[in-house]
């Protein structure tokens, strides 16, 4: 029978012996990591789809609407959907540019406009985007086109529509339709252009109402000079903050506003606090099984050496030491772990990715699509974390029990 050597403790090698009496005991250590490596695995592989998710969410809103940084005039957001052409900037946009100081790869004008859209005898009412085709190239990443083509190779005269709005319309690529609009004056305009394409964005909602033309096409009908909005598309999404900082320091708070994309995409933000609290949700539940078990576990591992543990006292070990002991099991476990399954999960994760994972149309959205697992590096620290705390709060009362054992009582239990 394998005997803890009092002098090797005192030595203070606490954490060679803990090795040992893990390997020692290599069943149970087996099945304790095998517990913990599948609570790692699979919260790191939910994270990470849910991290895909998220990113894949941000960037399609980012790239096909609303771009990392909005410039509009000061209370655009708050009054201009009622009066949108009293707050319209000039044509110009090099002043963002000479005020950015940082990689800017797109500054987009737009102008909002909204009507009816009439074919033969059927009208229907639309929101609208005037664009410049050219500058929007950059911002249509998630813009898919259906039918036809886009903006760009349609003409001056085309318009391109939603796929809910052309269907709804009963109209196809090369059809002639009539956009009529209100004028600021109290007009009314019209102009028929000719239908390019279809397109699909990831707002089901967005393609049932909205289409885009040339920005120049939407001037004319609404007989306005100018933009609505900026839309300032940069070389990363984490540059966005100091975007931001470096616009509001530069541009004049009186005459322009500049609004990050996330103050705009309200429901990506309660998408991500839902998904918040899924995976707080997933990570206690995890916390508890392997806290469980790995107690139940341990537990039986000190029931099973009271002999091994009086017979350490009586060679002169303290009870300190005992407890150290057992702490450096329970620390090494978690070690072990932790590291064996984050390399687990992120094997798996570029396995999954590299397949992919068909997922069925969320709401509001008429298609599905083919997800990945994206396991971030502070994700993956959290799952290293999780096993190795978890582990260290399942052992301290069997490391506490183990070190309150009575020496008699422990040496009698060998008969």
């Keep these: 029978m394998h005997m803890w050597q009092a ?26 990591l095998a517990i913990i490596c599948g609570g790692v695995v ?120 939603g796929e809910g709005l052309a269907a709804n319309l009963g109209v196809h690529p090369g059809d002639l339709v009539v956009l009529l609009g209100n004028t600021p004056a109290g007009g009314v305009n019209a102009v028929e252009l000719t239908v390019a394409g279809t397109f699909q964005t990831t707002s089901k909602a967005y393609d049932d ?90 537990s039986m591992a000190v029931i099973e050496r009271t002999t091994e543990i009086g017979t350490s006292m009586a060679l002169g070990v303290r009870r300190r030491g005992i407890l150290a002991l057992f702490i450096w099991e329970g620390a090494l476990l978690g070690l072990a772990a932790g590291v064996l399954g984050v390399a687990l999960a992120l094997a798996l994760g570029q396995l999954i990715s590299a397949i992919g994972i068909p997922m069925p149309p969320p709401p509001g959205m008429s298609r599905g699509y083919v997800a990945e697992i994206a396991i971030s590096p502070a994700l993956a620290v959290d799952g290293f974390l999780l096993a190795f705390i978890t582990t260290q709060l399942a052992g301290l009362p069997s490391a506490w029990r183990a070190s309150r054992m009575n020496i008699v009582d422990a040496l009698r239990h060998q008969a």
């Excluded at 012996?17 to 250590?29: C, E, V, Y």
């Design 42 to 161: 699979s919260y790191l592989l939910a994270g990470g789809f849910i991290n895909w998710v998220l990113w894949a969410m941000r960037e399609a809103a980012i790239q096909s609407q609303l771009g990392h940084v909005q410039i509009t005039r000061p209370g655009y957001f708050r009054e201009g959907v009622s009066d949108p052409y009293s707050f319209l900037l000039d044509r110009d946009t090099s002043v963002v540019a000479s005020a950015a100081g940082f990689e800017v790869r797109t500054i987009a004008p737009r102008l909002a406009f909204t009507g009816l859209l009439s074919k033969d005898e059927t009208t229907i009412s639309f929101i609208g985007e005037g664009v410049d085709p050219e500058a929007e190239a950059p911002l249509s990443w998630a813009i898919t086109v259906m039918e036809g083509t886009d903006l760009r190779a349609g003409g001056p005269d085309s318009v391109v529509l």
């Design 209 to 298: 109402t909205a289409l885009r033309a040339p920005i120049e096409v939407a001037r004319r009908l609404m007989r306005v000079d100018g933009a609505t909005s900026w839309v300032v598309l940069l070389g990363e999404t984490g540059q966005t903050d100091a975007a931001v900082h470096a616009l509001r320091g530069r541009l004049p708070a009186d005459r322009f506003e500049v609004t990050p994309w996330i103050e705009l995409a309200d429901f990506y933000t309660k998408t991500v606090e839902l998904f918040d609290t899924q995976v707080n949700v997933v990570r206690i539940m995890i916390a508890l099984i392997v806290v469980l078990s790995i107690s139940n576990t341990l």
């Design 7 to 32: 002098s090797t403790a005192r030595a203070g090698q606490p954490a060679r012996i803990a090795a040992r009496n893990l390997l020692r005991h290599h069943r149970r250590t087996l099945l304790a």
